[in-house]
């Protein structure tokens, strides 16, 4: 008997769709890794087919979570949002585990439940393999469904390998000096040996992926002009530029990863003492290493200054909201009307949300969900 094909949604078709009636016959933008896979290019030549017309919806959700967020949108809207993310994480040990639910440890469970109803944490007794195969697996069944896949990585500290208290990734006053961060990004080094077998394990799973042919919206190392991870505040040649170059080369010339669209993903610039955020040229690696540059935005901080500097510097690649806590609204939307999607964190969007603003944001014209997305292809 032959079996029913699950439902894959191309991209290749949502591009066909939104280029084939447009000026040029088509747009297929240079990807910054030459060999990336048909998947990835397609991928990003559908971004920059809405680009300045719409906006994908977008969530996040924590590695043990699966779609549980995303759900909560569909509750909220009756829609699902059109990009699915989430994070390859690290396990958190010792009793302070609480303070960094934010950063989403693979080993707890939804943090909303201590956060909303001040429950005792729980933690999963599984391995960093198992949690992240469950990951892939997860991966593979959302994009059946039809959504874009983004992923990132709360990564500690090298040395730390994949279990660590939080505090090695949420850093503050404690990130690498001078000496440290140079041995970090130097070949040959016992502290680049250790980074190496770190990363090699996030490349695993991503080889798993592109044999699934799954693009991926990819952005390691976020926020680095924050002052917060190990990774930030890191700035000139040979800082946050030369560790971001070093991954770029590691994975797509030694792993041989094209399924990945690099997106590098800053954090909204602001001066607010022991919280800042640096402007984002300072950790620029050069366009050449990039394929999209992202903000994350938090406390309803929507200056149009934030998405007006950025493209300068994205000198017209695709811009994006990696991560945002409230919502924008779609009058904000028009106005910066470059964001190739936004992406609520977690938690935020059931804890830290009105529900009519959502509703109210889905239902935007210039807003697509994933059924949004479906009408149009009939």
């Known amino acids: 008997m032959k079996m029913k094909k699950p439902f894959i949604f191309p991209i290749f078709v949502l591009f066909c769709f ?47 979570t699966g779609e549980q967020y995303t759900d909560e949108v569909y509750k909220i809207t009756g829609k699902y949002p059109v990009v699915w993310g989430s994070d390859f994480s690290f396990q958190v040990k010792g009793d302070s585990a609480v303070n960094f639910h934010h950063c989403g440890p693979m080993n707890l469970k939804d ?16 391995s960093v393999d198992e949690l992240r195969q469950n990951l892939v697996n997860e991966v593979i069944r959302q994009h059946k469904k039809g959504h874009i896949i983004t992923l ?36 040959g080094t016992e502290l ?25 919206l990819w952005r390691p190392y976020h926020e680095m002009n924050g002052v917060w991870f190990w990774w930030c505040n890191q700035k000139g040649e040979n800082g946050f530029k030369k560790l971001w170059i070093m991954l770029y080369d590691y994975f ?3 792993k041989k990863l094209n399924n990945l669209i690099w997106v590098w993903n800053t954090n909204a610039p602001r001066n607010i003492p022991g919280d800042e955020a640096f402007p984002y040229s ?44 409230t919502v924008p609204s ?14 609520t964190w977690g938690y935020f969007v059931n804890l830290y949300n009105d529900s009519e603003a959502i509703k109210k944001l889905y239902n935007a014209p210039n807003v697509l969900s994933l059924e949004d997305i479906k009408k149009m292809r009939k």
């Open 192 to 216: 680049n040996a250790s980074w190496k077998k770190q990363v090699d394990n996030i490349a695993h799973h991503l080889q798993k992926l592109q044999e699934a042919k799954i693009p991926v």
């Open 111 to 126: 943090p909303a439940l201590t956060l909303r109803d001040k429950k005792p944490l729980e933690f999963i007794n599984l």
């Open 152 to 187: 990132m990585w709360h990564g500690c500290f090298p040395t730390e390998g994949d279990l660590c208290d939080g505090s090695s990734i949420w850093a503050m006053q404690n990130r690498p000096d001078e000496k440290t961060w140079q041995e970090l990004t130097s070949k």
């Open 282 to 325: 300072d950790f620029f690696p050069g366009s050449e290493y990039v394929d999209i540059l992202a903000a994350d935005v938090y406390a309803n901080d929507y200056k149009q200054s934030h998405h007006d500097d950025l493209r300068k510097i994205a000198n017209g690649k695709l811009i994006a909201l990696g991560e945002i806590g």
């Open 252 to 254: 797509t010339k030694d």
């Open 330 to 343: 779609a009058e904000i939307l028009k106005s910066q009307n470059q964001w190739s999607w936004f992406m």
């Open 18 to 64: 939104f280029s084939c009636n447009m000026k040029n016959e088509s747009i297929f933008p240079e990807t910054s890794n030459k060999e990336a896979s048909s998947e990835a290019k397609e991928l990003l030549s559908f971004l920059y087919s809405i680009q300045g017309k719409y906006t994908l919806s977008g969530q996040h959700n924590f590695i043990s």
